[in-house]
């Protein structure tokens, strides 16, 4: 469940275990996740050593098959982990074919990071990675679409390819060093691309979301009002639904500019939401990104939140199509996997254009 924010002080609730049943042998190949900053969003391949014992019976020894315990790289690093932070090798398709707005996996610094994309041009592929707001360049063979390990299952699940599908099962065969170094290719991600001028944007009194890094806020945003500038790239905001301790005021913060955007236009409004699409849940007074999970009857879905692991049901008034602002522009990512789609759309924000790389 998103986190109550009425005070910043209150613990985020546990994070429920979706892979409760998934049997992790010793041997078995895997990706590991983290909840350190600067980690979130990130899956690194490794190895389970050792099996969960009577005393911790959630808990995993496992060896990465990327990561070392010092520079030289001669030992691999080994590390505890909970369950939830373990899934099996994700699937990947043959040739990866990439649109605008789709979500993908990135390879990059010994990892898999979550990310979208946001630009194609002559076989590159910009991606936008929301937890750093940083935007790359990447090949298509450093990519793969992103799937969620919901429950025992990949969400989407992998069209039908058995060449494939064998990297999502769980082997008990030592890892294949060699070919894991030639399925990812020496070559590295262009530079970020120029980042957008936001001077001029945000002027007192402009009506804005602003966004947290802080935990148990990942993946939230909470209208604002701008009240002044406080430095560089720094804004004193005024929350429209939070408010102080005492509860004499709405709270005002200064937040960076990183975490700053404009109010979403209101120009992407659907009938109907479909299975799988990203959307923004209104939640504890904010809007909090996540998946469409199931599409009930009377205008209800269910909406699975991947920071918590967890669903609730919603009413389709109080949900939105999800938009990432990226270089001055409204980017949407693809809209479901079923019928017509539309991707990537973009709508532009007063005069401001994308920068170009």
């Not at 190949?29 to 979130?40: A, H, K, L, P």
């Not at 989407?156 to 294949?176: G, H, I, Q």
């Not at 469409?292 to 669903?311: A, G, M, Q, W």
Request: net charge negative; aromatic share 10%; hydrophobic share 30%.
């Amino acid at each position: 469940m998103p986190r109550t924010p009425k005070s910043k002080l209150t613990k985020s609730p546990k994070p429920r275990t979706d892979n409760s049943g998934t049997p992790f042998n010793p041997g078995s190949q895997v990706e590991i996740s983290s909840n350190d900053v600067g980690f979130r969003g990130s899956w690194f391949m490794g190895t389970v050593i050792r099996r969960p014992t009577a005393r911790n019976p959630t808990k995993y020894l496992v060896e990465y098959s990327r990561l070392f315990e010092t520079e030289t790289g001669k030992k691999p690093l080994k590390e505890v982990v909970d369950l939830d932070l373990l899934r099996p090798l994700a699937p990947r398709e043959k040739e990866g074919q990439f649109k605008l707005g789709e979500e993908v996996d990135a390879f990059y610094n010994d990892g898999w990071w979550e990310g979208v994309i946001t630009e194609v041009d002559d076989g590159k592929f910009a991606v936008y990675f929301r937890n750093s707001k940083e935007q790359i360049k990447f090949a298509a063979e450093d990519l793969r679409l992103h799937r969620e390990w919901i429950k025992g299952e990949w969400k989407p699940p992998l069209e039908d390819d058995t060449e494939t599908e064998k990297l999502a099962t769980n082997s008990k065969e030592e890892p294949d060093k060699v070919k894991t170094e030639e399925l990812f290719s020496n070559s590295k991600p262009e530079e970020e691309p120029d980042k957008f001028n936001t001077e001029g944007l945000f002027c007192k009194g402009t009506l804005v979301e602003v966004s947290s890094d802080e935990d148990g806020f990942q993946g939230a945003w909470f209208a604002a009002t701008i009240v002044e500038p406080t430095g560089k790239d720094k804004y004193l905001v005024e929350y429209q639904s939070l408010r102080t301790e005492d509860d004499k005021e709405f709270l005002k913060e200064e937040i960076d500019i990183k975490h700053i955007r404009p109010s979403p236009p209101e120009t992407l409004m659907v009938d109907r939401f479909n299975k799988l699409d990203e959307v923004d849940a209104l939640y504890n007074d904010g809007w909090w990104v996540g998946v469409i999970s199931k599409v009930c009857s009377n205008s209800k879905y269910v909406v699975y939140f991947k920071t918590t692991k967890e669903e609730l049901t919603f009413e389709h008034s109080d949900l939105r199509l999800h938009q990432d602002w990226i270089n001055g522009k409204w980017v949407t990512a693809s809209q479901g996997l079923d019928g017509d789609c539309w991707r990537g759309k973009e709508t532009s924000r007063g005069s401001h254009s994308m920068s170009k790389p």
